[in-house]
T-cell receptor, first 117, second 114 residues
Framework: AQSVAQPEDQVNVAEGNPLTVKCTYS??????LFWYVQYPNRGLQFLLK??????LVKGSYGFEAEFNKSQTSFHLKKPSALVSDSALYFC???????????????FGRGTQLTVWP | DAEITQSPRHKITETGRQVTLACHQT?????MFWYRQDLGHGLRLIHY???????NKGEVSDGYSVSRSNTEDLPLTLESAASSQTSVYFC?????????????FGQGTRLTVV
């Protein structure tokens, strides 16, 4: 079965510093990987995705993620954090759409990112 | 603009009552999903649908049901509300055949069962 692990419940970083939010995955077949962000009292918003191609994926709001097949990781990164980046971040993996579950998303537990001024 | 809306945004109900949460999307997406979000568990899939008249159980489907009579709506019903169903519920939709497609989420419904 597909699964996603986010090993850190919380990440704290000072504004202007680089940030990393970790994600590892387990899939059968090719991974389809996503990052979503949730601001307080809002639904999840799509940030970026890896389907195939370059291992470094660029997304919204200056975020990027690095796909590492050998380490089965898809860490979210940003070179310079902003206070407004403070939110809950979810990593997700999608089933192979050709399989029986037709592309369901499996989410990690989420990582609360706090960026202090 | 196309969107996905949930109603109500907040709901307080009593144990044992039947409750229905609405989800409506205007993207004409075939795929629709219901998740619940709880501290320490992240998002867990309750039910999902890949088209009209299609419904499937997710990982935490007990006590919940859905129906899909048209493309736009996937209402979630709690047959007999329990305190364990106090949670924030999110509806999502995505296109059906494109494996690259991300999901779009509603703003959530906060349900309290007392």
């Amino acid at each position: 079965a597909q699964s996603v692990a986010q090993p850190e419940d919380q990440v704290n970083v000072a504004e202007g510093n680089p940030l990393t939010v970790k994600c590892t995955y387990s899939v059968s077949g090719n991974p389809y990987l996503f990052w979503y962000v949730q601001y307080p009292n809002r639904g999840l918003q799509f940030l970026l995705k890896y389907i195939t191609g370059d291992n470094l994926v660029k997304g919204s709001y200056g975020f990027e993620a690095e796909f590492n097949k050998s380490q089965t990781s898809f860490h979210l990164k940003k070179p310079s954090a902003l206070v407004s980046d403070s939110a809950l971040y979810f990593c997700a993996v999608r089933d192979d759409p050709r399989g029986s579950t037709l592309g369901r998303l499996y989410f990690g537990r989420g990582t609360q990112l706090t960026v202090w001024p | 603009d196309a969107e996905i809306t949930q109603s109500p945004r907040h709901k307080i109900t009593e144990t044992g009552r039947q409750v229905t949460l609405a989800c409506h999307q205007t993207w004409n997406h075939n795929n629709m999903f219901w998740y619940r979000q709880d501290l320490g568990h992240g998002l867990r899939l309750i039910h999902y649908s890949y088209g009209v008249q299609d419904t499937n159980k997710g990982e935490v489907s007990d006590g919940y049901s859905v129906s899909r009579s048209n493309t736009e709506d996937l209402p979630l019903t709690l047959e007999s509300a329990a305190s364990s169903q106090t949670s924030v519920y999110f509806c999502a939709s995505s296109r059906t055949t494109d494996m690259n497609t991300e999901a779009f989420f509603g703003q959530g419904t906060r349900l309290t069962v007392v």
